[in-house]
């Protein structure tokens, strides 16, 4: 015991006596030191882009991008003139990044009211010699377009963008456009 107190005695009277080497923060008394720096600050770069990396796969893996298409190229197949026309733009809207575009392009059509905003996309989708063909639920020996799947898409769409429109309302302007079309297409030709 009375050895072990001697050395911890002496330690402690030559941690007192040493000094402690004044090392400047810039220099490096050591000419390995820089290596050895370069080396810890390469392996981290490195782990680093290897984490990026990882990061980057997982990202790709959990969230996969889709195509982003820009919306004047939805709307360079519209107004719909046919019934062709019709079929191939709701074909053309199962894909991910055509419905974005297509959502993109009717969100910037605007309109002061509801209403308006509904017309608005009315007008940019459909022309008024396919519309006058077509009535909301297929009177007048005309066929139904309420049903159809481009409909249904607009009217999910403008419900969560317009927050006073409802399906009443949608239903309403949507059947009194379709309504109109044929007066319309009257007052173009005149």
């Not at 050395?7 to 000094?19: D, Y």
């Not at 796969?57 to 026309?85: G, N």
């Not at 990044?97 to 459909?126: D, P």
């Amino acid at each position: 015991m009375e050895n072990t107190e001697n050395r911890v005695a002496e330690a402690g009277a030559l941690t007192q006596n040493t000094q402690d080497p004044k090392v400047d923060d810039n220099s490096c008394e050591n000419t390995n030191c820089h290596a050895k720096l370069d080396y810890i600050i390469r392996k981290l770069l490195q782990i680093d882009l290897m984490m990026k990396d990882i990061t980057q796969r997982f990202d790709d893996h959990v969230f996969p991008r889709t195509k982003v298409l820009l919306p004047e190229v939805v709307f360079t197949s519209l107004p719909i003139k046919s019934v062709e026309d019709l079929e191939d733009f709701e074909q053309k809207l199962e894909n991910v990044a055509y419905l974005q575009a297509f959502q993109t392009k009717i969100a910037r059509l605007g309109g002061k009211n509801s209403s308006k905003k509904i017309i608005n996309a009315m007008e940019s989708i459909f022309s008024n010699e396919f519309a006058a063909y077509y009535s909301w639920q297929g009177r007048k020996h005309k066929e139904k377009i309420s049903e159809q799947k481009i409909i249904k898409t607009l009217e999910d769409y403008l419900l969560k963008m317009v927050p006073d429109l409802n399906r009443a309302t949608f239903n309403e302007v949507g059947a009194c456009w379709f309504r109109f079309a044929k007066q319309r297409l009257l007052r173009a030709a005149k």
